[in-house]
């Protein structure tokens, strides 16, 4: 158990547990390879973006009228959402002190910052979920009209993609729990980060596009 | 006694079967990927082979209407998601890490992901005949046809057409991934990226087309899914949706995706005609600038498919469809200067390279045709269409596939083909493609609109139609020779030995079929054909050279 010098550990001999690193100095094989899976990620978070404008685009209004209540649709930041915002940012910074402290080889900074985001990541979704119903309870579904089906279609997505994350972040916390990275091996810790950071640009968007952009009133008012 | 660790090589005590069920070796991934292929190809062609009965005479002869329309609409969707893509992917699974002299592909557990995956989506597709309404939308499955409503497609069927092509689409996302870390992290010492095999460049830009198209026919068939079972408005007008949208969105992936189903076919014919014709590539860095440029170009032509809807901007459009015959141009002078005053041999994989030229260049050409706005009002939706683009996938890229089947089968089994029956594979495969589809250019001039089971037996159109359906079974008639083949050659088929067709890539190096992770040693990679190289005297003294051991194994 000497920690002076640099102990081989398995991983150094197993013909498959090299496959992960580049001795050339670069970018790694898993980093690499998430990026370009979030690049397909932006692209997917595109598609339903372009289906978000075309159709307020097309809208004569917006928010439209709920054909129930005969008003139209209103959000609100309060209380949930905007608290709900602030915590998903921040915990893109304890993902981040994660990764800095695991580089150092700080295992008990990497475990605090990895639990903390963890436990965001999923306070989030409990958030989100409380959210929903209460929506629902105002009559806003996924079924009314153009304004529900956009509205939940991009932020039940979003979720998914948190809930993907904090499964990523589960997955990370176990193995950093049982020691398994150190400041040579740590590419997964390095990989889900880039996610989860991904993940929360996305909301930023969303929710500047779904809660602060304007809307537009209808033509001739 | 625990502590003995078993080496790769040795052999295991699974069962072949379990061992290729569990495999994460890439040649067994890529030929399991062509058995795959293979079989949903068989599929879709007697579902072909259905349309193509139906529509010999005018009337209903065998099936209804509804029928038809399943008939077409699996057919497509069988040739393109589980045939031609995927064995393109097959094909770039096998050869490419190969190629580029790496053990494997970046993350060999992913890729047998990308595979599995493809065989669940199939058997989805097959279960939705037992649904009481296949899919019947056409594989473009355009709304409001493809919503659930009357007149449109009612019941499950549909939905496991949705989740199916969700499934390849996220094969491919993994599948482009892979290939993009394997082709910039594992190339061998030497291996830069421009003496890459032009097999590799394509693959390359393949994956990327994969990488950032797919996501959003992803994301509109998840949308089509939401109008479909929870009350959506995306795409349905009675709700507020925008049915152009929905084209918008497909589009904006199958545009490229008709890229993707050529790109690699192009590739391995650039791999044969330089061998059969004992003669580089002419103009190697040309074909890489060209096909980097269709790539490019092929995100911005999407809506050429939807001149006649009236909401896409019909002078741009236009222009970016011509502008990409220019890359595709350079490709065939690229290929014919390969052959010029070169040493050809007729071999099968000539034969096949030769298709792909001919009938590319027609299906090249004709869309060209139909990329002229007024032109593309007077044939949409007609059979001029569908001649184009058969040209283009069929003798495209299906003749590209039996290029490479013909090249590769001896480095994949060992084995050789017969020369004798790939040349009346060929023969037949030939005509009966051009009696088929040639008469289809002057049907869609003479008005035949495209997905009717009926037709006027008085609208001048019996004659070419009973051609085109003889034709059909011509070319189901050319799978006997290929079977055959295939057959005999696996049972009896004459030892292939390392490099049966004095090759110039990598693969060709190493035994037939190559060994699990590949390589003991490489040759020094000097130029795009280290075998040539090799051959010829000028690297001897480097061909023994072990490569070092943190280099052919640490990534």
Redesign the interface.
């Known amino acids: 158990m000497a920690t002076d010098s640099h102990a081989l550990t398995p991983e150094d001999h197993s013909p498959v547990g090299g496959l992960a690193h580049d001795e050339r100095g670069g970018i790694s094989n898993v980093v690499l390879g998430m990026l370009l899976f979030i690049t397909s990620e932006v692209m997917f978070f595109a598609g339903l973006f372009a289906a978000y404008f075309n159709v307020r685009a097309n809208a004569p209004q917006w928010p439209p009228i709920n054909a129930e209540t005969g008003e139209a649709f209103h959000l609100e930041i309060l209380p949930l959402v905007g608290p709900a915002t602030v915590l998903l940012i921040l915990s893109s910074f304890t993902c981040q002190f994660a990764v800095w402290a695991i580089r150092r080889g700080d295992r008990t900074a990497f475990l605090r910052n990895i639990g903390v985001t963890f436990a965001i990541g999923v306070t989030f979704l409990i958030m989100q979920a409380i959210d929903y119903t209460l929506l629902y309870g105002e009559g806003i579904t996924l079924g009314s009209g153009t304004f529900g089906t956009t509205y939940f279609t991009l932020t039940g997505f979003h979720g998914a993609h948190v809930f993907g994350g904090a499964n990523m972040l589960g997955v990370v916390l176990y193995r950093g729990l049982a020691g398994q990275f150190s400041a040579r091996h740590h590419d997964a810790v390095e990989a889900v980060s880039l996610y989860w950071h991904f993940v929360d640009v996305v909301w930023i968007l969303l929710f500047s596009l779904l809660y602060l952009l304007p809307g537009k009133s209808p033509a001739g008012v | 006694m625990a502590t003995t660790a078993l080496h ?1 090589a040795a052999r295991t005590y699974r069962s072949t079967l379990y061992e290729w069920v569990t495999t994460t070796d890439h040649k067994k991934i890529g030929v399991m990927y062509l058995i795959n292929s293979f079989l949903f190809f068989f599929i879709g062609g007697l579902l072909a082979l259905g349309v193509r009965s139906e529509l010999a005479q005018p009337g209903l002869q065998f099936v209804t209407d509804q029928v038809y329309n399943e008939l077409f609409t699996m057919h497509a969707t069988f040739m393109i998601f589980l045939f031609i893509i995927p064995i393109l992917a097959g094909f770039g699974n096998f050869i490419v890490p190969l190629h580029i002299g790496a053990p494997d592909v ?2 060999p557990r992913i890729n047998a992901l990308s595979l599995w995956l493809l065989p669940m989506a199939g058997l989805l597709l097959l279960l939705s005949f037992f649904t009481g309404q296949a899919p019947a939308a056409g594989w473009t499955s355009y709304s409001p046809l493809a919503q659930d409503r009357p007149l449109g497609a009612v019941g499950p069927g549909q939905d496991l057409w949705i989740v199916a092509v969700v499934l390849v689409g996220t094969s491919s ?1 993994l599948g ?3 290939f ?2 394997t082709i ?3 190339r061998a010492p030497g291996m830069t990226l421009f003496r890459m095999p032009i097999m590799v460049w394509t693959v390359l830009v393949t994956s990327v087309l994969g ?6 026919l ?3 068939l ?2 089509l899914f ?2 479909r079972n ?5 795409f349905d007008p009675r ?4 049915a152009i ?1 929905y084209q ?2 497909f589009w ?1 992936y199958s545009h490229p995706a008709v890229y993707i189903m050529v790109l690699p076919a192009m590739g391995i014919i650039s791999e044969v005609l330089p061998v059969f014709s004992r003669k580089p590539l002419f103009g190697y860095k040309a074909f890489v600038f060209a096909t980097a440029a269709i790539g490019a170009l092929g995100f911005s032509v999407w809506a050429h498919h939807m001149f006649t809807t009236g909401a896409v901007y019909l002078p741009f459009f236009s222009l970016m469809t011509f502008l990409i015959a220019v890359p595709t141009g350079v490709k065939m002078f690229n290929w014919i200067f390969t052959m010029w005053r070169g040493k050809l041999r007729l071999s099968t994989p000539l034969l096949f390279a030769l298709g792909f030229l001919s009938m590319f260049l027609i299906g090249g050409i004709n869309g060209a045709f139909s990329a002229a706005v007024p032109v593309d009002f007077a044939l949409h939706d007609t059979y001029w269409v569908v001649a184009h683009l058969h040209y283009v996938l069929f003798g495209g890229s299906v003749f590209g596939v039996m290029a490479g089947l013909y090249y590769w089968f001896p480095k994949m089994t060992g084995r050789m083909l017969s020369e004798g029956l790939g040349k009346i594979q060929f023969v037949l495969m030939f005509i009966g493609f051009n009696l088929t589809f040639f008469p289809m250019h002057q049907l869609g001039l003479a008005g035949m609109p495209r997905r009717i089971a009926d037709y006027s037996s008085t609208a001048g159109w019996n004659d070419l139609n009973l051609l085109a359906t003889i034709g059909g079974f011509t070319i189901a008639a050319s799978m006997v020779p290929l079977l055959w083949n295939i057959f005999v050659s696996l049972r009896s088929g004459k030892p292939a030995g390392d490099d049966p067709w004095e090759a110039n890539t990598l693969e060709w190096a190493t035994s037939s079929p190559p060994p699990p992770y590949n390589f003991d040693h490489l040759p020094e990679i000097r130029s795009e054909r280290p075998l040539f190289d090799l051959r010829h005297g000028h690297a001897a003294p480097a061909a023994t050279a072990v490569v070092p051991q ?2 052919s ?3």
């Open positions: 790769p970046a993350f996302i482009a991934v892979n993009l870390v910039f992290k594992m990488l950032l198209a797919t996501p959003v992803t994301s509109a998840i949308m939401i109008d929870y009350g959506g408005a995306f709700n507020g949706g925008d949208l918008n969105v904006f943190s280099a194994t640490s990534h």
